[in-house]
C-alpha cells in the first residue's frame, strides 16, 4: 500500500468524528493526525525530493481540512495555519537536514562520499538531497513564506506559527470562525458558485459573501468586523453562535 493510500484510508476513518460537538475535538484529531498521518517525516528522507510527494500532500491537506474544519476551496498557505501544523514541505525538508548532520557526523558511513564528492546529475528529473544542503528554520520560513503569500485575510496572522485564537472553542464556533477567515463558507456568493443555490443575494438585498455578513450586512454585522471576530472574545462567540445557526440552515438548504 503506498502512503498516498494509507492517509486516504485514514481520514475515511476520521471523517465521521468531525461533526462531534466537543471542545477537545480539535485537540483529538490532531493528535491522531498528527502521529498517524503526518509519519510523513519518518519517509521524508527516502522520497523529500519526489515528484510523487504532491500526491501524499493532497492526502495531508484533506486531514487539515477535517481538523480546521475549512472547505475545500479554502486557499491551501491558510491549512498549516488554521490546523497549528508545519507545512508539510518544510517538516520534510527539516527532517532531511537531521539526516545530513548525522552524515557529516558519523564519517564512517559509505553515503559520506556522495554528499560531499557528488556524483555527476544525469538525469535533471532527478533531485537528490545534496542539491539542498542549506539547513532550514522551520519557523523562521513559515514566516517567511507566510508574508509573502497572496491570501486573503493574510494581515489577520502576525504570526503563523502559533496556535490562533479561538482554537479551543467548540467545532462549530470553530470552523465557522475559520471560514469567515478564509472568507469560504457557504453565503450566498459561494453557494451561487458552487452551483447549490440559484441567487447569490442576502436577505438585506446585496451580494451575499462572508465578509459582507460581518462587516456590513444590516442583520448581522459585528462591530470592527473580522478583525473582532478573530480575537474571539465573548461578543464575538456570541455572533459566531448565532451565525452558526444560520449557516447550518443555510447548507441543509
Not at 474544519?69 to 525538508?93: D, Q, Y
Not at 519557523?139 to 491570501?151: E, P, T
Not at 453557494?191 to 438585498?205: A, E, S
Request: glycine fraction near 4%.
Amino acid at each position: 500500500m503506498s502512503p498516498r493510500d494509507a492517509y486516504s484510508g485514514t481520514n475515511c476513518l476520521l471523517t465521521p468524528f468531525v461533526g462531534v460537538e466537543c471542545n477537545q475535538l480539535q485537540y483529538s484529531v490532531v493528535i491522531c493526525s498528527g502521529t498517524f498521518l503526518f509519519r510523513s517525516r519518518v519517509l521524508c528522507n527516502v522520497w523529500s525530493h519526489c515528484a510523487h510527494t504532491s500526491q501524499v500532500d493532497v492526502q495531508l491537506n484533506s486531514t487539515m481540512r477535517l481538523i480546521s474544519g475549512t472547505l475545500r476551496s479554502t486557499p491551501l498557505p491558510w491549512l498549516p495555519v488554521l490546523s497549528n501544523i508545519e507545512p508539510s514541505a518544510l517538516r520534510r525538508k527539516a527532517a532531511t537536514d537531521k539526516l545530513v548532520e548525522k552524515i557529516v557526523k558519523y564519517g564512517n558511513w559509505p553515503i559520506q562520499p556522495d554528499i560531499f564528492n557528488t556524483p555527476l546529475l544525469r538525469l535533471t528529473s532527478r533531485k537528490p538531497l545534496w542539491l539542498d544542503l542549506q539547513p532550514v528554520d522551520i519557523k523562521s520560513r513559515w514566516r517567511h513564506n507566510w508574508k509573502s503569500a497572496q491570501v486573503v485575510n493574510s494581515h489577520l496572522m502576525c504570526d503563523p506559527t502559533i496556535r490562533q485564537p479561538g482554537f479551543d472553542l467548540p467545532r462549530q464556533q470553530w470552523s465557522l470562525l475559520n471560514r469567515f477567515h478564509t472568507e469560504q463558507g457557504h453565503c450566498g456568493a459561494c453557494r451561487r458558485k458552487w452551483r447549490l443555490t440559484d441567487t447569490y443575494l442576502c436577505p438585506c438585498g446585496k451580494t451575499q459573501t462572508m465578509s459582507h455578513i460581518l462587516e456590513s450586512c444590516p442583520l448581522s454585522k459585528l462591530n470592527s468586523g473580522l478583525s473582532r471576530l478573530h480575537s474571539a472574545v465573548e461578543d464575538a462567540v456570541s455572533c459566531l453562535t448565532s451565525c452558526g445557526s444560520w449557516h447550518a440552515y443555510e447548507k441543509k438548504k
